[in-house]
């Protein structure tokens, strides 16, 4: 059973999925101390991350009237969100589609739109295509960037 195993707990590997321990579930990351610190995480792609506007409501500056003011953007939680510059979006929102028009996908892996951004997401094999693996080793997704 997955929740008994440390993964579970370190991780929030707590959920059996295909044969093995995965975060499924945002529960899955609730009990997790970096979770706990940073306000909130979501499961995304078998891992527990920040990356929806929902995991900033905890946070101090983002609460107004009891609201969520906040958006996640650029990995961090802002009311005014910013847009990379090295990605030059603009003011639009891209859509996945135009994340993967754009040179950012080829050389850097950026190929997937997450909150408005293009960012490199795991479950879409965006580090494996893009020129920062084949050149540099830099195929494995972390915090929507490709590292080694």
């Excluded at 059996?16 to 975060?23: D, F, H, L, N, Q």
């Excluded at 929806?52 to 983002?62: L, T, Y």
């Amino acid at each position: 059973d997955c929740a008994r195993l440390g993964g579970c707990t370190q991780y929030g590997f707590c959920s059996a999925r295909m044969g093995s321990c995965t975060a499924a579930r945002d529960a899955d990351c609730a009990r997790l101390p970096r979770c706990i610190q940073q306000g909130h995480c979501s499961a995304v792609s078998g891992q527990c991350r920040r990356w929806k506007d929902a995991d900033c409501s905890v946070e101090k500056h983002c609460k107004k009237n009891g609201k969520n003011i906040c958006v996640y953007s650029n990995a961090m939680c802002t009311t005014t969100p910013r847009i990379s510059n090295t990605i030059n979006l603009g003011s639009e929102k891209p859509q996945s589609q135009s994340c993967r028009a754009r040179k950012a996908c080829q050389e850097d892996g950026l190929c997937t739109s997450i909150g408005g951004v293009c960012r490199a997401h795991g479950g879409g094999g965006d580090c494996l295509q893009s020129k920062a693996c084949k050149m540099h080793q830099r195929c494995r997704e972390q915090d929507f960037k490709c590292v080694k």
